[in-house]
């Protein structure tokens, strides 16, 4: 099956600095790409969508210019946390999906960012 | 605009008894329905999922699901669960109307106890 990898897995950083998280579709071309944002206990929520090659849609409440996203090429979409702060703490979930139709969409196993 | 519901934020059943987690659904359009599974620290796993056709979907590790229209369900079952089933499972829907988005479900805790 179709694999989606994230680096790292986890990260611990300090409030002020900014980290970047990458998400790889290992052996398919992932038209979409996804990020989610895991609170302990609660569900998953979209943070942003990208195309490659276009700029990220943003879900409302999202902010852009703290969550950067780039989608590069077809294999890989980065996620940038900028001047990351303690609230940032979370669980981050990349997903991948290639091609059109009602296709399920492959996850990365996801990284646990801790700001201290 | 689509939304899921699992009414159960945690469920317990005994190893080797039957097993369902439910899940209500709401869409404008055609839904396409998923389950997926999430063990500690990690991503999700795809399960199943109900896109057309027969209504009683076989998936992995012995799960299946049942789409019910009428109902507006998508209930998750095993007819005999294991200890190593414990997790977090996820229903989610696609509905085409609203573009390629899923919308996930709250979660619920499955507990399978010895």
């Known amino acids: 099956g179709a694999v989606v990898s994230q680096h790292p897995s986890w990260v611990i950083c300090k409030s002020g600095t900014s980290v970047k998280i990458e998400c790889r579709s290992l052996?398919?071309?992932?038209?979409?790409m996804f990020w989610y944002r895991q609170f302990p206990k609660q569900s998953l929520m979209l943070m942003a969508t990208?195309?490659?090659?276009?700029?990220?849609?943003?879900e409302q409440g999202v902010e852009k210019d703290k969550f950067l996203i780039n989608h590069a090429s077809l294999t890989l979409s980065t996620l940038t946390v900028t001047s990351a702060h303690p609230e940032d703490s979370s669980f981050y979930i990349c997903?991948?999906?290639?091609?059109?139709?009602?296709?399920?969409?492959?996850f990365g196993p996801g990284t646990r960012l801790t700001v201290t | 605009a689509q939304s899921v519901a699992q009414p159960e934020d945690q469920v317990n059943v005994a190893e080797g008894n039957p097993l369902t987690v439910k899940c209500t659904y709401s869409?404008?359009?055609?839904?396409?329905l998923f389950w997926y599974v999430q063990y500690p620290n990690r991503g999700l796993q795809f399960l199943l999922k109900y896109i057309t056709g027969d209504n009683l979907v076989k998936g992995s590790y012995g799960f299946e699901a049942e789409f019910n229209k009428s109902q507006t369900s998508f209930h998750l079952k095993k007819p005999s669960a294991l200890v190593s089933d414990s997790a977090l499972y996820f229903c989610a829907v696609r509905d085409d109307n609203y573009g390629q988005n899923f919308v996930f479900g709250p979660g619920t805790r499955l507990s399978v106890l010895p």
């Open positions: 990208s195309n490659e090659g276009s700029k990220a849609t943003y």
């Open positions: 052996d398919f071309q992932a038209t979409t």
């Open positions: 997903s991948a999906r290639g091609g059109q139709g009602p296709y399920e969409q492959y």
């Open positions: 869409v404008s359009g055609n839904p396409y």
